[in-house]
Nanobody, 124 residues
Framework: QVQLVESGGGLVQAGASLRLSCVVS????????MGWFRQAPGKEREFVTS????????DYADSVKGRFVISRDRTKNTVYLQMNSLQPGDTAVYFC?????????????????WGQGTQVTVSS
């Protein structure tokens, strides 16, 4: 009932910027909160940022605060992740996720629907 398709990943050099997009389709009631997570090889999936769809309240992991910005466009049913000053440590598969629960959410198990991920690779 909810489909998420993320795009915008790629291979960039340190200091560059990327903008990820996540197109949301299906029941809006099942995507009250949208989030971005990332997973590097051999590491657990970690929270990056989230946004409440209605209020646009946001939350960020300390590791990306000040560099990444999450936003949403109601008319396009799209969530964005603007990533600036990318570092090699940001290299990971980035996943878009939807939670049926309102408010900003940071726990992985709060999210029910997931995109397939988009690879972001930052070279030094």
């Amino acid at each position: 009932q909810v489909q998420l398709v993320e795009s915008g990943g790629g291979l960039v050099q340190a200091g560059a910027s990327l903008r990820l997009s996540c197109v949301v389709s299906g029941r809006t009631s099942s995507s009250a909160c949208m989030g971005w997570f990332r997973q590097a090889p051999g590491k657990e999936r970690e929270f990056v940022t989230s946004i409440d769809w209605s209020s646009t309240r946001t939350d960020y992991a300390d590791s990306v605060k000040g560099r990444f910005v999450i936003s949403r466009d109601r008319t396009k049913n799209t969530v964005y992740l603007q990533m600036n000053s990318l570092q090699p440590g940001d290299t990971a598969v980035y996943f878009c996720a939807a939670s049926p629960f309102g408010g900003v959410r940071f726990r992985l198990d709060d999210y029910r629907y997931w995109g397939q991920g988009t690879q972001v690779t930052v070279s030094s």
